[in-house]
């Protein structure tokens, strides 16, 4: 059995490896689509999708089970999505997704789709650690140690901050 989980990992957080660890016990090879993949240096989306795959493969290194990192761009057509979505990805049997536009674009399709469990979901949260980077609060105990790592590699919190100046709207 293999699954699809699809996320923007705006960064990778504690609460997806949580909920990534639980699907590879269920099944035996997971898809990581990485969402929005055209996206990058926007607050809503500072990480490129380079960015966001390192984060991945070098989080999931030291688990053993089997899966893939696909990224996927955003397309202007809900309802080519999922036949796109196939295009780019192994065959899957079973999507993972919180995202009511993504659970009823599957489910049209004829697809099982499995809401994860969320965990601590006030600072688990990619728009909550976005947050916290800009205001210099503390955020490096919300994602695993390899994040930090590949966020200080690029020096991602100071992009943040010159992301949120006027003079970088376009
Ligand atoms: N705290 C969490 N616990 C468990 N699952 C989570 C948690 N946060 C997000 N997820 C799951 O991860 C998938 C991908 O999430 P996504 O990349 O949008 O993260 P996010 O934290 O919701 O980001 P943002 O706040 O930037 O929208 C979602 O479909 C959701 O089911
Ligand atoms: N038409 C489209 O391109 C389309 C439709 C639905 C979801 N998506 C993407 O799927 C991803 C869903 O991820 P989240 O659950 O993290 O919101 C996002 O990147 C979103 O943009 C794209």
Aim: aromatic fraction near 10%; hydrophobic fraction near 40%.
């Amino acid at each position: 059995m293999r699954a699809l989980v699809v996320g923007r990992w705006q960064p990778f957080h504690n609460g997806h490896l949580t909920i990534i660890k639980e699907i590879a016990n269920d099944v035996d090879e997971i898809i990581i689509g990485v969402g929005s993949a055209q996206k990058s240096h926007t607050l809503n989306d500072p990480f490129t999708a380079g960015e966001r795959i390192m984060m991945i493969i070098k989080t999931l290194k030291k688990f053993g089970f089997p899966y893939y990192v696909i990224p996927i761009r955003d397309i202007d057509f809900n309802a080519l999505w999922v036949s796109y979505v196939e295009s780019l990805t192994p065959p899957f049997d079973l999507i993972y997704t919180g995202n009511a536009l993504v659970r009823e674009l599957f489910e049209e399709r004829g697809y099982v789709v499995k809401k994860p469990k969320l965990y601590n979901r006030k600072e688990y949260s990619g728009t909550e650690i976005r947050r916290r980077i800009l205001n210099n609060e503390e955020w490096k105990h919300l994602v695993p140690g390899e994040v930090v790592e590949v966020i200080d590699e690029i020096d991602g919190e100071n992009r943040i901050k010159r992301l949120s100046k006027k003079d970088y709207l376009i």
